[in-house]
C-alpha cells in the first residue's frame, strides 16, 4: 500500500508599495520591483521582464495619472504554483485609460508614446481595471 503526504498548495505572495506620483517614485518601483524578486527567488527571465513592464504604467502613473497629493500603489501578487506574476500600478485618474497597444500611432521621430508596446511585447496579457473610488489599475502577467 502507498500512501502519500497531503501537500498544501504554495500560498500567493504579495508585495505592495505606496509610491509618490513623481519620476523619483516610478524609479523606485521598478527598484523595488527588482529586489522584491529577486528575494523571491523568481527567474531572472521574468525579473528582467518584470523590470521592463513596471516602468512603463509607473511612469504614467507619475505623468498622466498624478493628481496632487495622491500617490500610486504598485502591487506585486505572485503565485509561484501558477507560475504567475503580476505588476500591477493603480493611479488616481480613472477617467484616463491607456489606449490599447494596436491603437497607438506614434510618430518615428517622438520621443514617447511606445510604452505600451514594450509592455504587450513582453507580457503574457495585459489590461486596466477601475481602482475605487476613481482611479484605475493597469496590470500586466508574466508566466514562468
Known amino acids: 500500500m502507498s500512501t502519500t503526504t497531503p501537500q498544501l498548495p504554495a500560498a500567493v505572495r504579495t508585495f505592495t508599495q505606496q509610491s509618490s506620483s513623481t519620476r523619483r517614485g516610478a ?17 531572472p527571465g521574468v525579473t528582467d521582464r518584470a523590470e521592463q513592464i513596471v516602468a512603463e504604467p509607473a511612469a504614467n502613473a507619475a505623468l498622466h495619472g498624478r493628481v496632487q497629493g495622491r500617490d500610486f ?47 504587450t511585447a513582453l507580457a503574457d496579457r495585459w489590461g486596466t481595471e477601475p481602482y475605487p473610488p476613481g482611479g484605475k489599475t493597469v496590470w500586466a502577467e508574466c508566466v514562468r
Open 73 to 119: 500603489r504598485l502591487t506585486l501578487p505572485h503565485n509561484p504554483t501558477a507560475g504567475v506574476l503580476r505588476i500591477a500600478v493603480s493611479d488616481a485618474r480613472g477617467e484616463r485609460l491607456p489606449s490599447p497597444a494596436g491603437n497607438v500611432v506614434t510618430p518615428s521621430d517622438d520621443e514617447s508614446g511606445r510604452g505600451l508596446l514594450i509592455v
Open 27 to 43: 524609479r523606485l518601483a521598478r527598484l523595488l520591483i527588482y529586489e522584491q524578486l529577486r528575494t523571491w527567488q523568481v527567474s
